[in-house]
């Protein structure tokens, strides 16, 4: 199993920043962030392969930089520019190719008010 610890959430005001960490207990081809909100569905945020590669949810694109250290086996997300509809439970997951399927951290709270 892949053991996701994620940290970083908290309390921010509109316009404010964040940055989310996660570390894995082993190395994956690729991480990436997962929200979900009160009464809504878990969608994508971002996510990062190994190489490089990045996708990025088309709401949060030019605001959030997702970006990994290999070495220490972490994905971080930079969240700028925070709005009111960013507010959400933030969850990492990881691809493990040996599992042969994702897993999940335990979420972190973003709640994005004035």
């Not at 199993?1 to 081809?29: D, I, N, R």
């Not at 520019?81 to 933030?90: F, P, R």
Request: overall charge positive.
């Amino acid at each position: 199993q892949v053991q996701l610890v994620e940290s970083g959430g908290a309390l921010v005001q509109p316009g404010g920043s964040l940055k989310l960490s996660c570390v894995a207990s082993e190395s994956t081809p690729a991480m990436g962030w997962h929200r979900q909100a009160p009464g809504k569905e878990r969608e994508l945020v971002a996510s990062m392969s190994r190489g490089g590669s990045t996708t990025y949810r088309d709401s949060v694109r030019g605001r959030f930089t997702i970006s990994r250290d290999h070495a220490k086996n972490a994905v971080y997300l930079q969240m700028n520019s925070l709005e009111l509809e960013d507010t959400a439970v933030y969850y990492c997951n990881a691809y493990s190719p040996i599992h042969g399927k994702w897993f999940w951290g335990q979420g972190t709270q973003v709640t994005v008010s004035s």
